[in-house]
């Protein structure tokens, strides 16, 4: 999902703090933990063999501006997914996004925010400062039990075709300014919401080398001592012509990648299952698919890798001009493809206890 391609120019009022955390004197404050928000936290499970499910949305575009929050709430208790994720990257973003989580809330349904930011910044502190006041403005808004950290930031940073999984194989001074933009948006969140719980930005395919240098305090140019980012949830992606995560293969190799993601000692989220639209065959054999080569291969490798969440990429297609139809119901936001009765079928079959 490049939710980042979707964003045009974003001009954000700099309400500079300074790197490193910190709060500004004009901004919102926190709130007592007495005042936490209504919207629920997901399903806590005793182990992996336990599963989350959920699917992706869209703040207020294509056919989720003629969907009635309502409307997606009837068609997510009938798939009977209890997590909704979805973009936001300003305050008036965050209000719609909070109107549609509170809605969902009534049903137990989890809705959390992906926060997104452009990445046009002349330093790993200038990306800080942006990043920790947009953030700031978004969290005032409402306050989530989850919050995600950007969306496929590997991807954009990497230095020609390479596999990802090197240090070697991103760009180093826009690792930095990437890095400042995770760090200040945790800040900014942590700053007002103590108690929310941080999904770092998921990536995809074999980039995890980004998320190692995030946790280790190391860059490109192979220096290290740098300022170390923690999570609570390990986010990735995958898609149907990635083939099997525990055995992907690109230029240099074939690598486990849910092995990687484990070793960070987090719960991994699969929070994009997705089929591609250029995928050979009917909508039904897509369907299928998705159903037994994605959520099924997933699943079964769940308790041995730590997975706790299963998210499907997406609810709806995409109107015309964007990423494609990725959806399990058509643009119109009401006619369910193969896909929906596929995705039903297989969390009824294999139910989160």
């Known amino acids: 999902m490049k939710l980042v391609d979707k964003l045009g120019a974003l001009t954000l009022p700099l309400l500079l703090a300074a790197c490193g955390g910190g709060s500004d004197s004009t901004g919102p404050t926190a709130v007592s933990d007495a005042a936490r928000p209504i919207i629920p936290a997901p399903l806590t499970y005793p182990n992996a063999r336990d599963i989350a499910y959920g699917i992706n949305g869209?703040?207020?575009t294509g056919a989720y501006a003629i969907s009635s929050p309502a409307l997606q709430r009837s068609q997510l208790r009938d798939l009977n997914v209890k997590m909704y994720r979805i973009e936001v990257r300003d305050a008036p973003g965050a209000q719609t996004l909070a109107n549609l989580a509170r809605t969902m809330a009534a049903s137990g349904i989890t809705v959390y925010p992906v926060i997104l930011l452009e990445l046009n910044f002349a330093s790993e502190s200038d990306a800080y400062n942006a990043a920790y006041s947009i953030t700031r403005q978004i969290v005032a808004v409402q306050r989530y039990a989850y919050y995600e950290v950007t969306n496929e930031l590997a991807a954009q940073w990497l230095v020609g075709w390479v596999d990802g999984v090197r240090s070697t194989d991103f760009?180093?001074?826009?690792?930095?300014?990437?890095?400042?933009?995770?760090r200040g948006l945790i800040a900014g969140i942590k700053s007002l919401d103590p108690l929310g719980k941080i999904v770092i930005g998921g990536n995809t395919w074999m980039h995890y080398?980004?998320?190692?240098?995030?946790?280790?305090?190391t860059q490109p140019d192979g220096t290290s001592g740098h300022p170390k980012v923690t999570w609570d949830v390990t986010a990735w992606h995958w898609y149907s012509e990635q083939g099997d995560i525990t055995h992907a293969c690109g230029g240099t190799g074939c690598y486990n990648v849910i092995g990687t993601l484990q070793g960070f000692g987090k719960p991994v989220w699969i929070n994009e299952v997705g089929m591609r639209p250029s995928f050979p065959g009917t909508q039904q054999q897509a369907a299928d698919y998705l159903s037994v080569n994605m959520l099924g291969a997933l699943k079964s490798i769940s308790a041995q890798?730590?997975?706790?969440?299963?998210?499907?990429?997406?609810l709806y297609d995409d109107p015309s001009g964007g990423e494609g139809p990725y959806g399990i119901m058509l643009n119109d936001g009401k006619t369910p493809k193969p896909a929906y009765s596929a995705f039903k079928s297989f969390v009824a079959a294999h139910p989160a206890r």
Request: charged letters at 15%; hydrophobic letters at 40%.
């Open 305 to 314: 890798y730590g997975i706790t969440s299963l998210q499907v990429y997406e």
């Open 209 to 217: 080398g980004f998320d190692v240098m995030l946790a280790n305090g």
């Open 171 to 182: 760009d180093n001074t826009r690792f930095q300014i990437a890095r400042g933009v995770v």
């Open 58 to 60: 869209h703040n207020n």
